[in-house]
């Protein structure tokens, strides 16, 4: 019991450490995500003692208050808190460690259907950014950070910042002096890919253009020989309706031979 309210005054306390708006115990006290740990920690309680049925009750009961699905297996340090919690999802073989903070949205998941450990283990003084994916039996380590909406499916190594689908370090942090320096010319084949598929892109809409202005100009050519001959043809035409000598050698008859028709008679 004194473990257990050593544990909630920690979430309580993290509360105020972590978000700005929390200014009375009054007001922290209706948050969902310390709702959300205080049932899970009776749950896992009632877990490890192999009580049956009850822990899931509990966790389904608080998913359907809180908005926040933790399993009932998940182990979680002192400290945690979940700001605003809506849609995060810690599944069972979850281990997370002290002074974790989580934001809404986040997914502590597994990769498959295979049992044992298959889910994350998130180490001490770790954030993790809203909407983030953290994946499979992988090591968040300490003091890393996870960028909104990343998806990880790679171990982090500590004081790091990884960002991005799938997530790269972009930065690491001193511990010490907390100073960042960011990590430059990473190698990102994902990037390279994309860079070779704009610049062929480019490519082929420079041929397609040359290739309409060719044909552009094909049809430009022929329709200006067609207009010069039906020109021609009616010129000619014009001509010889003009010239009434020549119409008669044209489209006279010949005439009968009539010494010819004397000398049958």
Known sequence: MRNFIRLVRADIAAIFRNDP????LAEVLLYPGLHAIVMHRIAHALWRWRVPLVPRLLSQWSRFLTGIEIHPGARIGSGFFI?????????????????????????????????????????????????ASVLGAIVIAQG???????????????????????????????????ETRRVEELP????????QLRDRLLELEAQIEALERHVA???????????????????QLDQDHESPDTMPDVIAPPRKDQSHDDSTL
């Open 217 to 235: 100009d094909g049809h430009h050519h022929h329709h200006h020989n067609d207009t010069v001959f039906h020109s021609a043809i009616w010129q």
């Open 144 to 178: 890393a950070r996870i960028g909104g909406g990343a998806v990880v499916v790679k171990d982090v190594p500590p004081y790091s910042t990884a960002i991005g689908i799938p997530a790269r370090i972009v930065a690491t942090r001193d511990p010490v002096t907390g």
């Open 188 to 195: 990102d084949p994902e990037g390279d890919m994309l860079i």
């Open 21 to 24: 708006a929390a200014t009375n």
């Open 83 to 131: 700001d605003h919690g809506m849609g995060t999802v810690i599944g069972e073989t979850t281990e997370i460690g002290d002074n974790v903070m989580l934001y809404q949205g986040v997914t502590l998941g597994g990769t498959g259907k295979q049992s044992g450990k298959r889910h994350p283990t998130v180490e001490d003084d770790v954030i993790v950014g809203v909407g």
